[in-house]
T-cell receptor, first 115, second 112 residues
Framework: RKEVEQDPGPFNVPEGATVAFNCTYS??????FFWYRQDCRKEPKLLMS???SGNEDGRFTAQLNRASQYISLLIRDSKLSDSATYLC????????????????FGKGTKLSVIP | NAGVTQTPKFQVLKTGQSMTLQCAQD?????MYWYRQDPGMGLRLIYY???????DKGEVPNGYNVSRLNKREFSLRLESAAPSQTSVYFC???????????FGPGTRLLVL
C-alpha cells in the first residue's frame, strides 16, 4: 500500500470553478501535513500546511481528518495561474527519531485551469 | 539570497560514467536532502544530512554516495551511472524545528 495516495488527475476545470483534491495516508503516526505545489519542470514549493482544525489561505482551504487519515485541498474561483501539480505531503514530525522531519510525498494531482 | 542552487541543470551520461551533482544553500540551514523524481513515482528521498558532518540513507540510496562538504554544500555522487538513474534530482534544505523544505531548481539527468 502506498504511503500517500492521490488521484493523479488530470483535473481540467474552467476559470472560476471550484476544485477539490483528496489524499489519504497510511501511517497513523503521521504528525504533520502539507500541500506543495509544483509547476511544470520546476521545483516543489510549499503551498500551505494543514492543521487539524482546518485552515484557509485566500482561495485555498485545507482540511485534515485524522480518524480517516484523509487530507483535502479546496481551491475556489480557480485562476489560470493555479495550473500546476499539487503534492500531498506527510511527515512523522520532529520527534520521530532518526526519521525526524522526513517528508513523504504523494505522486501529485495535476490541475489544468482552462480559459 | 539565492536560496538553494544546483549544478548542473542538465547532464547526459553514458552507462558506467561517474558524476557529482552539486547543491548549495545560502540560508544557513542545518539539514539538507537529496530526492529523485520519476514520472508516476513522486519524490523519493535518496540521502539526507541532518547537520554538518552527518549523512543518512533515505528510501532509495543504492547507487549513490553523498558528501556534506560544509554547512552550505551537499553533493550527490553517482559512481557508475545506470539507465535506471535517469531522473530529475532535487536538493532541499530545512532549518531547525521548522518542517518546510526549500527546494533547488533540479538537475535533469539522462543516462544512456
Amino acid at each position: 500500500r502506498k504511503e500517500v495516495e492521490q488521484d493523479p488527475g488530470p483535473f481540467n476545470v474552467p476559470e472560476g470553478a471550484t476544485v477539490a483534491f483528496n489524499c489519504t495516508y497510511s501511517n497513523s503516526a503521521s504528525q504533520s501535513f502539507f500541500w506543495y505545489r509544483q509547476d511544470c519542470r520546476k521545483e516543489p514549493k510549499l503551498l500551505m500546511s494543514v492543521y487539524s482544525s482546518g485552515n484557509e489561505d485566500g482561495r485555498f482551504t485545507a482540511q485534515l481528518n485524522r480518524a480517516s487519515q484523509y487530507i483535502s485541498l479546496l481551491i475556489r474561483d480557480s485562476k489560470l495561474s493555479d495550473s500546476a501539480t499539487y503534492l500531498c505531503v506527510v511527515s512523522l514530525g520532529p520527534y520521530s527519531g532518526a526519521g525526524s522531519y522526513q517528508l513523504t510525498f504523494g505522486k501529485g494531482t495535476k490541475l489544468s485551469v482552462i480559459p | 539570497n539565492a536560496g538553494v542552487t544546483q549544478t548542473p541543470k542538465f547532464q547526459v551520461l553514458k552507462t558506467g560514467q561517474s558524476m557529482t551533482l552539486q547543491c548549495a544553500q545560502d540560508m544557513n540551514h542545518n539539514s539538507m536532502y537529496w530526492y529523485r523524481q520519476d514520472p508516476g513515482m513522486g519524490l523519493r528521498l535518496i540521502y539526507y544530512s541532518a547537520s554538518e558532518g552527518t549523512t543518512d540513507k533515505g528510501e532509495v540510496p543504492n547507487g549513490y554516495n553523498v558528501s556534506r562538504l560544509n554547512k552550505r554544500e551537499f553533493s550527490l555522487r553517482l559512481e557508475s551511472a545506470a539507465p535506471s538513474q535517469t531522473s530529475v534530482y532535487f536538493c532541499a534544505s530545512r532549518q531547525g524545528r521548522k518542517e518546510t523544505q526549500y527546494f533547488g531548481p533540479g538537475t535533469r539527468l539522462l543516462v544512456l
